[in-house]
């Protein structure tokens, strides 16, 4: 018996190894799957592969973007095939009918502009529960990786801060306890501190983080100016700052340059450090997102 998903156009524009785990997995629920930036190989033979995006996009009831997102511009740099052309999403957009789901890990302004403009529904799946607590675990696994190949020291008895204590962060902090690490943890909400004492990590109010400025590593997970010029001009050059923060991210870059610090801006860590099991995440995750929002869709008309 065909699923709910069985002969649904959609389509999937470019990606990673994450997307294409997808891909397989909606080709073996019969979704009738056009698809820009993929190889043509394996079971992704079975699906049909466009040159030219808005021609992919016309008439599909979905539209899945990568989790690694666009740049500013609305561009899509990642594609499974190698290819270096950019898939321009906004004249995707301009294709689409109003109300069709746009699924993208995080939108750009431009690409929230545009879905408002052309009245189609945004699904940021980042920040889709499942895939965001799944997500933290080979975000947190990378951040620490990144450290640790960024550093002459080992993690155990670093003095590490982790900055905001959301998914990401919390399970940053418990991964650096488990590996010896002595960590302060810095958050604006009273509950968030009380879970960083729970976990057994020193608490810090967000304000009040210039006061403390002796540490081996720096983890920074919000998505604001945290980690300014004048916090950073008080840190050791020693200091190693890794930054998960979706772009522009948390850190001033150009300041800690010129303080000669090391601040790395670590994007897309699931699809690096661990594409296999990211891949499998949205494989668990995604096509039961797309039954209810072809549902919703079915049942509005």
């Known amino acids: 018996m065909a699923g709910p998903l069985a002969n649904i156009p959609i389509c999937m524009l470019g990606g990673d190894t994450r997307e294409v785990k997808l891909a397989e997995a909606l080709i073996e629920l019969e979704v009738d799957l056009r698809l820009v930036g993929f190889p043509l190989e394996g079971n992704l033979r079975k699906a049909a592969h466009f ?30 095939d190698q290819n ?10 301009a294709v689409l009918t109003p109300r069709t789901p746009l699924l993208i890990g995080v939108a750009k302004p431009v690409i929230r502009q545009l879905v408002a403009r052309y009245g189609l529904r945004l699904v940021e799946t980042a920040s889709v529960d499942e895939i965001a607590v799944l997500n933290s675990i080979p975000t947190a696994e990378g951040a620490i990786q990144v450290a640790m190949e960024e550093t002459p020291i080992t993690i155990h008895g670093s003095k590490c801060l982790v900055v905001g204590l959301g998914r990401c962060g919390t399970a940053i902090v418990q991964r650096l306890l488990a590996l010896g690490a002595c960590v302060t943890a810095a958050a604006r909400s009273p509950g968030d501190l009380a879970r960083a004492v729970v976990m057994g990590a020193q608490p810090l109010e967000l304000r009040r983080i210039s006061t403390q400025v002796e540490f081996d590593i720096i983890f920074n997970t919000v998505p604001a100016l945290v980690l300014d010029r004048s916090y950073l001009r008080h840190l050791s050059p020693e200091t190693v700052i890794i930054d998960i923060a979706s772009s522009p991210g948390g850190t001033d870059f150009e300041a800690a340059q010129q303080q000669g610090i090391k601040a790395i801006h670590a994007l897309s860590l699931p699809g690096k450090v661990a594409p296999v099991t990211a891949g499998q995440i949205l494989v668990q995750s995604i096509p039961r997102l797309l039954e209810n929002l072809v549902g919703e869709e079915n049942h509005d008309t």
Not at 51 to 79: F, H, K, W, Y
Not at 84 to 93: H, R
Request: proline content about 15%; charged content about 15%.
């Open 84 to 93: 270096p052309e950019p898939i321009f999403l906004p004249d995707v957009l």
């Open 51 to 80: 040159t030219i995006p808005a021609e992919a996009a016309q008439n599909c009831r979905a539209v899945i973007a990568p989790m690694s997102n666009t740049d500013l511009a609305g561009n899509i740099t990642s594609r499974p």
